[in-house]
T-cell receptor, first 111, second 114 residues
Framework: EDQVTQSPEALRLQEGESSSLNCSYT??????LFWYRQDPGKGPEFLFT???AGEEKEKERLKATLTKKESFLHITAPKPEDSATYLC????????????FGTGTRLQVFP | NAGVTQTPKFQVLKTGQSMTLQCAQD?????MYWYRQDPGMGLRLIYY???????DKGEVPNGYNVSRLNKREFSLRLESAAPSQTSVYFC?????????????FGPGTRLTVT
């Protein structure tokens, strides 16, 4: 069964304390991996797409990387405004119509 | 550009009542999607429309119907609401699926069925 697992479920960081969020996947064929940010009471907001192992994308304090089994979202020197739930999703090579989402990592950054 | 808009924002229904959730996008996207989000379950696909004139079932289609009214609009109908359909519903759109494109989400509809 195709599956996406995110860890940890929740993460509390002090402002400036860098860390990483993990998204591991077991799928029969990966076509693309997506990272989204979701603020409370709002819809997910697109961050990155990664298509092949070794690929990296950066945006401000966020950097996403991809291997053959997992993806990491690195957060460097986070600020309180980075607090949100981060969602990972994959689309499959044999069915690119759909996204399969993980349950997310809830990040809280304290001043 | 408004992006993806959804109406209503909140709704309370009694068991057995029906309602339609509306979604519209102004980005000229080909594909549209309906998801539900429940605590601990993540986002689950209900139905999607890869292009105008087509609709397909997702992971959890039972109890729902959809209509792709035109390229801009994609509605979700609950014919006879049940408490298990209490959830937050998100509509999304994307340019296309080949190659897979990022999806843009609406603000959500919070539905409670009593």
């Amino acid at each position: 069964e195709d599956q996406v697992t995110q860890s940890p479920e929740a993460l509390r960081l002090q402002e400036g304390e860098s860390s990483s969020l993990n998204c591991s996947y077991t799928v029969s064929g990966l076509r693309g991996l997506f990272w989204y940010r979701q603020d409370p009471g709002k819809g997910p907001e697109f961050l990155f797409t990664l298509y092949s192992a070794g690929e990296e994308k950066e945006k401000e304090r966020l950097k996403a990387t991809l291997t053959k089994k997992e993806s990491f979202l690195h957060i460097t020197a986070p600020k309180p405004e980075d607090s949100a739930t981060y969602l990972c999703a994959v689309t499959l090579s044999y069915n690119t119509d759909k996204l399969i989402f993980g349950t997310g990592t809830r990040l809280q950054v304290f001043p | 550009n408004a992006g993806v808009t959804q109406t209503p924002k909140f709704q309370v229904l009694k068991t057995g009542q029906s309602m339609t959730l509306q979604c519209a996008q102004d980005m000229n996207h080909n594909s549209m999607y309906w998801y539900r989000q429940d605590p601990g379950m993540g986002l689950r696909l209900i139905y999607y429309s890869a292009s105008e004139g087509t609709t397909d079932k997702g992971e959890v289609p039972n109890g729902y119907n959809v209509s792709r009214l035109n390229k801009r609009e994609f509605s979700l109908r609950l014919e006879s609401a049940a408490p298990s359909q209490t959830s937050v519903y998100f509509c999304a759109s994307s340019r296309g699926t080949r190659p897979p494109d990022e999806q843009y989400f609406g603000p959500g509809t919070r539905l409670t069925v009593t």
